[in-house]
């Protein structure tokens, strides 16, 4: 790890929202919400780069999957890269967050990246645990039967706890949502950006330490919350994984509204 952050890289990382859906404020607050009213969903996954180096955050999800769920699919999440230049063979890299059907779908779509992923999330998402359906509900199994097959591919690297990909690149466990969800921390020229994918759904769930309901352990994603922002250089530093307002507070990329620059700071 660099001495220094003069020293790190610096990455550019933008959100790109590739899917929507209307919700209920009750939906996504454990215990519900007394003031309800609609706070819909946006999807996304998140492009990491520098020079010689293309790094994706979760890979969304298909066509199939948005037409099974009742999803509002905007557009392929791979093909969407294109938009900033990157062809799927130019992934270098995937963190997978956790193995939910929004965050690990279109394996298929990249040819040759590595695929990263935390050891409980692979234990979880292929044991007894998935006996039981509220457990599995947010799983495709034809996701995680993908992901095995690049584990017999040799293409999946596992991770227990903290890591780090590269000097500037740091995997943050977090658990909570799921057995084995994972943060990504980021060196940016702003500083030090956490992507905290579903440790925290909205702004809301971890401003107001108020957790999402689709959780496994509600201790270690309240505690999660402290992580994000202690890894975040401040709290205008930490990016949740599924708020609208991510796209309203980031500067979007020229002449594409659903890419936000997340190495940019956010307005106000």
């Known amino acids: 790890m660099a001495a220094s952050g003069e020293t790190l890289p610096r990455f550019e990382v933008y959100a790109l929202r590739y899917a929507h859906m209307p ?6 607050f454990l ?10 969903m946006d999807f996304f996954v998140w492009l990491v780069r520098r020079p010689g180096r293309v790094v994706l955050v979760d890979t969304g999800f298909n066509a199939e999957t948005a037409r ?16 900033l230049g990157v062809a799927p063979a130019d992934v270098d890299d995937v963190v997978l967050t956790h193995l939910h059907y929004d965050h690990a779908g279109n394996l298929d779509k990249l040819p040759r990246a590595r ?3 935390q050891d409980d999330e692979m234990q979880y998402a292929t044991g007894r645990c998935m006996c039981h359906e509220p457990l599995r509900h947010a799983y495709a199994v034809q996701d995680v ?4 097959r690049r584990v017999y591919e040799d293409r999946v690297v596992f991770h227990d706890g903290d890591g780090e990909l590269e000097p500037g690149l740091q995997l943050l466990k977090i658990g909570g949502h799921t ?12 500083g030090w950006v956490v992507l905290a994918s579903d ?12 957790p999402f309901p689709i959780v496994y352990n509600t201790a270690d994603m309240l505690a999660g ?14 990016v949740p994984g599924h708020d609208p307002e991510v796209l309203r507070r980031y500067p979007a990329l020229a002449a594409e509204a659903d890419i936000a620059c997340l190495h940019e700071p956010p307005a106000g």
């Open 145 to 148: 039967v993908t992901l095995v």
């Open 23 to 28: 919700r209920r404020r009750s939906d996504n």
């Open 199 to 210: 440790a925290s759904h909205y702004y809301e769930n971890m401003d107001d330490g108020r």
């Open 225 to 238: 919350y402290g992580r994000l922002r202690a890894a975040a250089d401040s709290p205008g530093h930490i």
């Open 179 to 190: 057995k084995g969800l994972q943060a990504l921390r980021v060196h940016t020229r702003r």
């Open 31 to 40: 215990g519900g919400d007394p003031h309800d009213g609609p706070m819909p």
């Open 115 to 117: 695929l990263h992923v």
């Open 68 to 83: 099974a769920r009742r999803r509002d699919l905007l557009r392929c999440p791979i093909g969407f890269l294109a938009a």
